[in-house]
């Protein structure tokens, strides 16, 4: 049978901070190995014109792994690795902020939060995708045509740096940064309040013997999902100004619409949602168990699994 559950959330304050840390990190890292392909598909098919080299998701999977092998999923990961910090940052510009804002409402304070967080994250952020999404393009295949990438992964990484600071200098690794701002603080910012409505949602439905993880499960991806559909639009442009340098916000995205019609605004989003689904899910599952394994101690018997 079904109750109305106290959905409580663990706060800054509750958790043993040395735990949090070393736990996160250790999980970070296995997340961003398991979604890295569908972000390398999802930028091919946000950059390419009309269906240049791929049909869609399936058959950018198909031809990355016919004409570059598996290793063709993982170019530039050496250098997202580094993203890791600007997780560890997120998180904490999150937490603090919720823990600033206590006196007002869950919903505003992991909107606000959200939000915050993403602004920290993407100043250290966009460099590591500047590079990264270059290299993602590095190999890619139409036909039998490539765009060739020699050389050890360190070379054509130390190369792509280079040659982004000799012609742009200092300023071109912050390409499409004002971009990625207006796509990842809104999706932040939507996100978390989205995770907690849906999970305290699904606790006043569910009966008492469903586990809190499982709703959050649920409520990850769910969240995920709603998110990367209402700011989509604006991720294609960012990824746009990142990899081919466009002149403006304005002017790629008026290109886009005249080029492709407002089919252009849902480009790569399926593979957006088979990026944002397992990765929502790992997140907040991840996450849920992090922050319930950094229990201080005292209030490990004051929280549902």
Not at 174 to 183: D, H, P, V, W
Not at 202 to 218: E, M, N, R, S, Y
Request: net charge positive; aromatic share 12%; charged share 20%.
């Amino acid at each position: 049978m079904a109750t109305d559950r106290d959905a409580k959330i663990i706060e800054w304050d509750d958790m043993d901070k040395k735990k949090f840390y070393g736990f996160g990190v250790m999980i970070s890292m296995g997340i961003r190995g398991m979604i890295y392909p569908t972000m390398l598909i999802k930028t091919r098919l946000q950059v390419q014109k009309h269906d240049t080299y791929y049909k869609g998701t399936w058959d950018a999977l198909k031809k990355i792994i016919r004409y570059e092998g598996v290793r063709g999923l993982y170019r530039g990961f050496i250098v997202n690795v580094f993203t890791i910090f600007s997780g560890q940052c997120y998180i904490t510009t999150y937490e603090l902020t919720r823990k600033r804002l206590s006196h007002m409402n869950n919903t505003t304070r992991s909107f606000i939060a959200g939000g915050c967080a993403s602004l920290v994250a993407q100043s250290i952020t966009v460099p590591c995708d500047v590079v990264s999404q270059l290299l993602m393009m590095q190999g890619q295949t139409h036909g039998e045509a490539k765009i060739l990438a020699d050389g050890s992964a360190m070379k054509r990484t130390t190369g792509v740096i280079r040659t982004i600071w000799i012609q742009e200098g200092a300023l071109g690794f912050y390409r499409g940064y004002l971009a990625s701002l207006m796509t990842y603080i809104p999706n932040s910012a939507l996100w978390w309040p989205f995770y907690h409505f849906y999970w305290q949602q699904l606790a006043k439905i569910t009966p008492d013997g469903v586990p809190f993880i499982v709703l959050q499960a649920i409520a990850g991806p769910a969240a995920g999902i709603s998110a990367a559909t209402l700011t989509n639009p604006m991720d294609i442009v960012r990824t746009r100004l990142q990899v081919t340098g466009g002149k403006s916000i304005v002017t790629t995205f008026i290109h886009l619409i005249k080029e492709e019609g407002v089919y252009g605004m849902t480009k790569g989003l399926t593979a957006r949602y088979l990026s944002a689904v397992p990765t929502s899910f790992m997140l907040c599952v991840s996450y849920e168990i992090i922050k319930r394994i950094s229990l201080k101690s005292d209030l490990v018997e004051t929280r549902q699994w």
